[in-house]
T-cell receptor, first 110, second 118 residues
Framework: QSVLTQPPSVSGAPGQRVTISCTGN?????????VHWYQQLPGTAPKLLIY???NRPSGVPDRFSGSKSGASASLAISGLQPEDEADYYC??????????FGTGTKVTVL | QVQLQESGPGLVKPSETLSLTCTVP??????????WSWIRQPAGRGLEWIGR???????NYNPSLKSRVTMSIDTFENRFSLKLNSVTAADTAIYYC??????????WGQGTFITVSS
């Protein structure tokens, strides 16, 4: 069961900017816990894309950016590329001592 | 490159126990920075956290699965394990093991597909 809510899909033309929202509540994101983002390419395991709300691991292009405000967070992809077509998940921690994931968003490059 | 590796039976019968093992890079399982987790993903669906274990054996489980889950760790063999009992078709999924650093899953195995069927 997913506790964090994301839009099912977003789409954009190459070069455009798209954003994905992630909405939690006061027991997870709203409690101050950090948000992390994962990219899952078709048929592969998820890969950490953004950690601690806005930080990129080595090797992740700077067109990916994250932010957090209150009980929500966002992932932005600027200069959308065909290879960005994937599923994206947000993730946080919950006061029930559980890790929680978002419902997932499919990004389509038109 | 894949650095965590899941191993398991592939097929489990309903009501039986699913057992999976994750082998990690030598020495890293004893690093006190990390927790070790299991996550699953039914076909075409989202990610579900199953549980986590620390080097000292302390565990935390998803409340929705807690009654059926047991995790263990073997620092000598550099691996940790998952047991899920009384499985049903709803437990059919890709099962991933992952390393947890500061509450983020920073390293994942490639996943192993488990089917529950008679």
């Amino acid at each position: 069961q997913s506790v964090l809510t994301q839009p099912p899909s977003v789409s954009g033309a190459p070069g455009q900017r798209v954003t994905i929202s992630c909405t939690g509540n006061r027991s997870n994101i709203g409690a101050g816990y950090d948000v992390h983002w994962y990219q899952q390419l078709p048929g592969t395991a998820p890969k950490l894309l953004i950690y601690f709300n806005a930080n990129r691991p080595s090797g992740v292009p700077d067109r990916f950016s994250g932010s957090k405000s209150g009980a929500s967070a966002s992932l932005a992809i600027s200069g959308l590329q065909p290879e960005d077509e994937a599923d994206y998940y947000c993730q946080s921690y919950d006061s029930s001592l559980s890790y929680v994931f978002g419902t997932g968003t499919k990004v389509t490059v038109l | 490159q894949v650095q965590l590796q899941e191993s398991g039976p592939g097929l489990v019968k309903p009501s039986e126990t699913l057992s999976l093992t994750c082998t990690v890079p030598a020495g890293s399982i004893s690093n006190t920075t990390y927790y070790w987790s299991w996550i699953r993903q039914p076909a075409g669906r989202g990610l579900e956290w199953i549980g986590r274990i620390y080097i000292n054996g302390n565990t935390n489980y998803n409340p929705s699965l807690k009654s059926r889950v047991t995790m263990s760790i073997d620092t000598f063999e550099n691996r940790f394990s998952l047991k899920l009992n009384s499985v049903t078709a709803a437990d059919t999924a890709i099962y991933y093991c992952a390393r947890v650093m500061y509450r983020a899953f920073d390293m994942w195995g490639q996943g192993t597909f488990i089917t529950v069927s008679s």
